[in-house]
């Protein structure tokens, strides 16, 4: 089974607040005390933090459940419920995390360190301190926690590398990539050796380096999904500097240009800003018959094809990547485009003046399930209810001026609700008075 897992979906739970307490200060020598019931703490949130170690998914493959600890309840005395921990999830950099539902992105990790809620964790809940007034003194109100945020996640790895290895299958991907640096992909004779994208870092002196990741093989209709397809286009997108190689000795009996050519139509089809990023191109196999023929031709085809599209020839480095042959200018050459270069992105970023108008979520909405029957549901009603102490007949008398408030007595009337009616919310009954 391959280690190397670029997708993944996962549910995050936040921790639901603390219970408040309904309590009273019944020290010696202070008959009038009063409340003294502390508040819950907060829920712990689900935070997805980038750790550079990581290079897959892997980890999410049979852990897709994150539940974050609840808030402490609040106790007597007036103490406060402790605040849970947060939960912290490692990511490799390179995580796209979307609400999966939707696709809306919630967080795009990049940088070593860097952390995004996907998950809040609830507020704790108000004890009866907070509710004294002077025409309510000892109140018997309290609030249960909030209730955490409960979101499916769908995860998605795009992998980070400064320079990008592409070309066909077999062309010596691989085997450049073994000798520049410490990776061990594996290497052989055969198409589609590749399967996953490999990383390596190429060390030239003690402050330059940077990271090359080897794409699997590319073929003529990539980007529509053929071959190993669109599933490793989308790896291409954030490297800086694309090594576009290719087999100058035609080892499986294909032209050198018409490789050249359909690898970087597949490109222009993904996203046409992909043929604007900086590129080398590698004429590998030069220590085999028919290369040095070949390259001779291919050197004219293509400055006819840059010619017709009025742009300037990228550099060619004839090189043998078996024999380390010319390997050496190649990476001195690629270090300076990389640190010269500035990264491209496939997407312009949004103003950051955008104004957004938030929607107004609907309170509640009524059904009516049988004769004398009904079903009050929605977020807004069903958070507030998860709120109400039941325990405290003050609470459930405060959630009933709440639900008056948002119009659901009116609504219920207007629909047709009698007097005596059962109404049913979340797991409670409760009977419809006129």
Same mark, same amino acid.
């Given at each position: 089974?391959?280690?190397?897992? =670029?997708?993944?979906?996962?549910? &995050?739970?936040?921790? *639901?607040?603390?219970?408040?307490?309904?309590?009273?200060?019944?020290? *010696?020598?202070?008959?009038?005390?009063?409340?003294?019931?502390?508040?819950?703490?907060?829920?712990?949130?689900?935070?997805?933090? /980038?750790?550079?170690?990581?290079?897959?998914?892997?980890?999410?493959?049979?852990?897709?459940?994150?539940?974050?600890?609840?808030?402490?309840?609040?106790?007597?005395?007036?103490?406060?419920?402790?605040?849970?921990?947060?939960?912290?999830?490692?990511?490799?950099?390179?995580?796209?995390?979307?609400?999966?539902?939707?696709?809306?992105?919630?967080? =795009?990790?990049? =940088?070593?360190?860097?952390?995004?809620? /996907?998950?809040?964790?609830?507020?704790?809940?108000?004890?009866?301190? *907070?509710?004294?007034?002077?025409?309510?003194?000892?109140?018997?109100?309290?609030?249960?926690?909030?209730?955490?945020?409960?979101?499916? !996640?769908?995860?998605?790895?795009?992998?980070?590398?400064?320079?990008?290895?592409?070309?066909?299958?077999?062309?010596?991907?691989?085997?450049?990539? %073994? @000798?520049? %640096?410490?990776?061990?992909?594996? /290497?052989?004779?055969?198409?589609?050796?590749?399967?996953?994208?490999? $990383?390596?870092? @190429?060390?030239?002196?003690?402050?330059?380096?940077?990271? @090359?990741?080897?794409?699997?093989?590319?073929?003529?209709?990539? %980007?529509?999904?053929?071959?190993?397809?669109?599933?490793?286009?989308?790896?291409?997108?954030?490297? *800086?500097?694309? $090594?576009? @190689?290719?087999?100058?000795?035609?080892?499986?009996?294909?032209?050198?240009?018409?490789?050249?050519?359909?690898?970087?139509?597949?490109?222009?089809?993904?996203?046409?800003?992909?043929?604007?990023?900086?590129?080398?191109?590698?004429?590998?196999?030069?220590?085999?018959?028919?290369?040095?023929?070949?390259?001779?031709?291919?050197? =004219?085809? $293509?400055?006819?094809?840059?010619?017709?599209?009025?742009?300037? +020839?990228?550099?060619?480095?004839?090189?043998?990547?078996?024999?380390?042959?010319?390997?050496?200018? !190649?990476?001195?050459?690629?270090?300076?485009?990389?640190?010269?270069?500035?990264?491209?992105?496939?997407?312009?970023?949004?103003?950051?003046?955008? /104004?957004?108008?938030?929607?107004?979520?609907?309170?509640?909405?009524?059904?009516? !399930?049988?004769?004398?029957?009904?079903?009050?549901?929605?977020?807004?009603?069903?958070?507030?209810?998860?709120?109400?102490?039941?325990?405290?007949?003050?609470?459930?008398?405060?959630?009933?001026?709440?639900?008056? &408030?948002?119009?659901?007595?009116?609504?219920?009337?207007?629909?047709?609700?009698?007097?005596?009616?059962?109404?049913?919310?979340?797991?409670?009954?409760?009977?419809? +008075?006129?």
């Amino acid at each position: 089974m391959s280690t190397f897992l =670029d997708r993944a979906q996962v549910t &995050a739970i936040a921790g *639901k607040g603390g219970d408040g307490m309904v309590a009273f200060n019944r020290e *010696k020598y202070r008959p009038d005390g009063g409340p003294a019931g502390g508040d819950g703490g907060n829920g712990g949130n689900v935070i997805f933090r /980038v750790d550079e170690g990581l290079r897959t998914l892997m980890d999410f493959r049979y852990n897709r459940h994150f539940k974050a600890k609840g808030g402490e309840n609040g106790m007597s005395k007036s103490k406060y419920g402790a605040n849970a921990e947060d939960l912290i999830v490692k990511v490799p950099p390179g995580t796209l995390v979307r609400e999966a539902k939707t696709q809306r992105i919630i967080a =795009d990790l990049v =940088d070593h360190g860097q952390e995004a809620i /996907v998950a809040k964790g609830g507020r704790g809940g108000r004890g009866n301190i *907070k509710f004294a007034t002077h025409k309510n003194p000892a109140p018997s109100i309290a609030e249960n926690g909030e209730p955490g945020q409960e979101v499916e !996640l769908a995860l998605e790895l795009k992998v980070l590398a400064d320079v990008g290895l592409i070309g066909y299958p077999s062309v010596g991907k691989s085997t450049l990539l %073994s @000798v520049i %640096s410490n990776a061990k992909p594996k /290497v052989a004779d055969y198409q589609f050796t590749t399967l996953v994208p490999n $990383l390596g870092v @190429v060390h030239l002196a003690l402050d330059q380096e940077f990271v @090359v990741a080897d794409m699997p093989g590319l073929i003529e209709g990539a %980007s529509q999904g053929v071959g190993l397809g669109i599933d490793f286009l989308r790896h291409i997108e954030r490297t *800086k500097v694309l $090594l576009h @190689v290719v087999d100058m000795a035609g080892v499986h009996g294909r032209d050198p240009f018409d490789d050249f050519k359909s690898i970087m139509e597949e490109l222009g089809r993904y996203h046409a800003k992909l043929l604007l990023r900086p590129m080398i191109i590698v004429a590998n196999k030069v220590d085999l018959p028919q290369a040095e023929a070949n390259l001779a031709t291919f050197k =004219d085809q $293509l400055t006819a094809y840059y010619q017709d599209q009025d742009q300037a +020839v990228p550099p060619i480095f004839a090189i043998s990547a078996w024999q380390q042959a010319g390997v050496k200018d !190649l990476l001195q050459a690629t270090y300076q485009l990389v640190q010269e270069s500035e990264f491209i992105p496939l997407e312009e970023a949004e103003a950051s003046h955008q /104004v957004y108008q938030l929607e107004e979520e609907a309170g509640f909405q009524v059904e009516q !399930l049988e004769e004398g029957l009904w079903e009050l549901s929605g977020p807004k009603i069903e958070k507030l209810f998860a709120m109400t102490n039941t325990a405290h007949d003050e609470s459930l008398q405060r959630f009933a001026r709440q639900v008056r &408030a948002m119009g659901v007595d009116q609504t219920l009337r207007e629909a047709g609700a009698k007097d005596g009616d059962t109404i049913l919310l979340m797991d409670f009954q409760f009977e419809f +008075v006129d």
